[in-house]
């Protein structure tokens, strides 16, 4: 059998940044769930999800302007 399905879908509801580039995301994930957040392919933060499945994360390192 395959791995069972969240009954919350995973998302990114926010992308806060300012000019020095010092981002703040925010989503929703199943309640007290580990939620990984990748940028460019490396791994830049970790979070855990509450109660009711909402979860942010404060990246610790600017990020450039531009695509990624």
């Given amino acids: 059998p395959g ?18 580039g010092r981002v703040t995301l925010a989503g929703r994930a199943e309640p007290r769930h580990e939620v990984r957040v990748f940028l460019d392919g490396e791994a830049v933060g970790t979070a855990r999800a509450d109660d009711d499945g909402l979860w942010t994360l404060a990246l610790e390192r600017p990020v450039s302007t531009g695509p990624h």
């Fill in 3 to 20: 791995p069972i399905a969240p009954r919350v879908p995973l998302g990114l509801d926010t992308a806060d940044f300012d000019a020095a």
